[in-house]
């Protein structure tokens, strides 16, 4: 199956670390998103790109998070400094921005613990 | 900021009753997009119903959407234990806007065998 896939599953880090993770969406997907979702609350919007260019990142929650999709295709998101209030699940999702929009389709996250 | 708003935040029924969900959001929207979530996975899509639209089924799903009122209901008839999961509505504004879809708080079912 070539769903979106995310590395790695599980991360606990120290407070002041940095940290990256890695999404590799559907292959022909050209919109790639990612998300952040805490415990009992739905998903956040975070940043999404379109095949390379970042097209949103004003929701990005502070300047120690980036993102990036070299080439349009995986993309890595990074926490730098992190704090506790980092933790939470982070999601990525990709789709296929045709003539209309289309369902995202999610990986299964990343649970980021900071200790 | 979440948009939709689901109620209830947790319902627990027996197997085999229906289960119904409601979403109400704020803005106007394209589409709205109901997902399911088992616990410590990603979201998995289930619906899309189009602004224009008022009513859309998908198997055991049922979906309604009223835009005159910003609201939205799920029904799942039948139920089974495997449905057991939290649901969240998605809203898909209008206007082009370049966000992702805006999720709300979910409601989180339970299937009693």
């Known amino acids: 199956d070539t769903g979106v896939s995310q590395d790695p599953r599980h991360k606990i880090t120290k407070r002041g670390q940095n940290v990256t993770f890695r999404c590799d969406p559907i292959?022909?997907?050209?919109?790639l998103y990612w998300y952040r979702q805490t415990l009992g609350q739905g998903p956040e919007f975070l940043t999404y790109?379109?095949?390379?260019?970042?097209?949103?990142k004003s929701r990005l929650l502070s300047d120690r998070f980036s993102a990036e999709r070299p080439k349009g295709s995986f993309s890595t998101l990074e926490i730098q400094r992190t704090e506790q209030g980092d933790s939470a699940m982070y999601l990525c999702a990709s789709s296929f921005r045709g003539l209309g929009r289309s369902p995202l389709h999610f990986g299964n996250g990343t649970r980021l613990t900071v200790t | 900021s979440q948009q939709g708003e689901e109620d209830p935040q947790a319902l627990s029924i027996q197997e085999g009753e229906n289960a119904t969900m409601n979403c109400s959001y704020k803005?106007?929207?394209?589409?709205l997009q109901w997902y399911r979530q088992n616990s410590g996975r990603g979201l998995v899509h289930l619906i899309l119903i189009r602004s224009n639209e008022r009513e859309k089924h998908s198997g055991r799903l049922r979906v309604t959407l009223d835009t005159s009122k910003k609201s939205s209901s799920l029904l799942i008839t039948a139920s089974r234990a495997a449905d057991t999961a939290s649901y969240f509505c998605a809203t898909d504004p209008s206007g082009g806007g370049a966000d992702g879809l805006t999720f709300g708080k979910g409601t989180h079912l339970i299937i009693q065998p």
């Open positions: 790109f379109q095949n390379e260019a970042q097209l949103e």
């Open positions: 292959s022909e997907h050209n919109r």
């Open positions: 803005t106007s929207i394209n589409n």
